[in-house]
C-alpha cells in the first residue's frame, strides 16, 4: 500500500467538469483500517476556492485515480467563514 499512496502525492486533481483543483500534496489515512480518508490538496485554484487555501477533499468524492485525480463532487465554490465577532473595515 505504501508504494500506491506515495504514486499518488503530486498528482493533479481535476473536477467532474474537468477544472484544476491543484495538487495533491499528502493523503489523510485512517491507520487503524488501512484505508484513505481523504485528500489533501494545497494552493487550490482561487476560482474554485477563495483565498487558494488548502484542503482536504473526501474520499468518498474521488471519482478515478490515474495519471490524475478526478473529482465525482466538489462545490462551485468554497468560502471561508468570517467570523461573527470581525468588524469590518471601513473605506477611507
Known amino acids: 500500500?505504501?508504494?500506491?499512496?506515495?504514486?499518488i502525492?503530486?498528482?493533479?486533481?481535476?473536477?467532474?467538469?474537468?477544472?484544476?483543483?491543484?495538487?495533491?500534496n499528502n493523503l489523510?489515512?485512517?491507520v487503524d483500517n488501512g484505508s484513505v480518508d481523504g485528500i489533501f490538496v494545497g494552493e487550490t485554484n482561487p476560482l474554485?476556492?477563495?483565498?487558494?487555501?488548502?484542503v482536504?477533499?473526501?474520499y468518498r468524492w474521488v471519482?478515478?485515480?490515474?495519471?490524475?485525480?478526478?473529482l465525482r463532487y466538489f462545490p462551485k465554490r468554497v468560502a471561508t467563514k468570517?467570523?461573527?465577532t470581525a468588524t469590518p473595515?471601513?473605506?477611507q
Request: proline share 2%; aromatic share 4%.
Open 1 to 7: 500500500m505504501l508504494g500506491e499512496i506515495s504514486e
Open 9 to 24: 502525492i503530486g498528482l493533479q486533481v481535476y473536477t467532474q467538469n474537468g477544472v484544476f483543483l491543484g495538487n495533491v
Open 28 to 30: 489523510v489515512v485512517d
Open 48 to 54: 474554485l476556492v477563495e483565498g487558494s487555501r488548502a
Open 56 to 58: 482536504s477533499v473526501p
Open 63 to 70: 471519482q478515478s485515480v490515474g495519471d490524475i485525480v478526478v
Open 82 to 84: 468570517r467570523s461573527a
Open 89 to 91: 473595515v471601513a473605506e
